[in-house]
């Protein structure tokens, strides 16, 4: 796995040899049926959608918003406020609008989505609004996929269903998805994180039962980060799930070490590619799935 980059990058094999054994620890969580895709925007990115940042700099120009102020917040981050200046403005319902006209179309299924959906048949999560992960999933059988999102996000899975949980909503009723700073705030908790609440419920049940594997996630300091370190803090320093997320590696090993200490501190163990190389992720999906069928096992089976 991009043994000449990282060796060429960061001076020697040592990131290279972090590299095989953080692969072989997930490949054994997913021979055992625990592992659970997170899947965030990067993924649609592929499928032909915006990233949401690009997205929100469209809605702001749609909005009236200067520019230089819109890219000053989603520079810092403040992502959430950018939604809740536009409905300020009274432009909510362009907003909505908008939002349909952009994630409602079909999206392009990769070679990346394809592998998931051939890697992982029982539960994924995703925070995107689009229905790439769908299409991916819609193999023709009537009925095969059970969707939870916002409405019923406290229901059991269906084993007999490929489970597709949408935590912040679906494009198909764009007015209930979670968007701005006061939906965020319903829904996980005004000024302190609650718990309790059905989603970080839910993101706390898999963190805890579920080997969590982020593919086209940021993992910034957002509200879903938030809820891991809580949960983390909570378990304190005993055996947990490990977690993992494919990563993008950065410039320098400065970098990278500083990266790599900040995951692992949400309890998320990252596998590096090249950085920008985001085609490295199906590449290494499809090593997960000739790994399996080398050791006698069929991927996509459910969880025990």
């Known amino acids: 796995m991009c043994a000449d980059y990282i060796k060429e990058h960061f001076t020697d094999d040592h990131w290279f040899q972090r590299n095989e054994e953080r692969f072989e620890q997930l490949e054994k969580c997913i021979i055992e049926r625990n592992v659970v895709p997170f899947v965030g925007a990067g ?28 890219d000053s917040l989603l520079n810092s981050g403040q992502y959430e406020e950018v939604i809740e200046e536009i409905e300020k403005k009274g432009y909510r319902d362009a907003f909505i609008q908008e939002i349909k006209d952009v994630f409602s179309k079909t999206g392009k ?10 890697l992982f048949t029982d539960t994924i999560i995703t925070t995107n609004y689009d229905h790439l992960i769908e299409q991916a999933y819609d193999t023709g059988v009537e009925n095969n996929i059970q969707l939870i999102d916002i409405a019923n996000i406290s229901d059991l899975p269906d ?4 489970t597709v949980v949408k935590l ?24 302190t994180l609650d718990l309790t609440k059905p989603i970080p419920k839910l993101l706390s049940f898999h963190y805890r039962t579920s080997n969590l594997l982020f593919i086209g996630c940021s993992l910034n300091h957002d509200r879903t980060m938030q ?20 990563e993008s590696a950065p410039d320098t090993e400065e970098e990278l070490s500083k ?10 163990t990252p596998i590096w590619f090249p950085k920008g190389s985001y085609d490295y992720i199906e590449q290494i999906l499809r090593l997960a799935i000739n790994e ?11 969880r025990k």
Request: aromatic letters at 10%; hydrophobic letters at 30%.
């Open 227 to 246: 809820v891991f370190q809580a949960i983390k803090k909570e378990i304190g320093d005993v055996d947990r799930p490990p977690h993992f997320s494919l």
């Open 159 to 162: 084993q007999n269903k490929t």
């Open 43 to 70: 993924i649609s990115v592929e499928g032909g959608f915006p990233t949401w940042k690009e997205h929100l700099k469209q809605q702001g120009r749609t909005s009236g918003l200067g520019a230089t102020h819109i």
């Open 109 to 118: 299924l990769t070679e990346t989505i394809l592998r998931l959906a051939e």
């Open 292 to 302: 399996l069928r080398y050791r006698g096992y069929e991927p996509g089976g459910k």
């Open 168 to 191: 912040h909503g679906d494009i198909r009723i764009p007015a209930q998805c979670i968007l701005g700073k006061n939906q965020y705030d319903d829904a996980y908790g005004k000024g």
């Open 259 to 268: 990266r790599n200490a900040y995951l692992l501190s949400f309890g998320i």
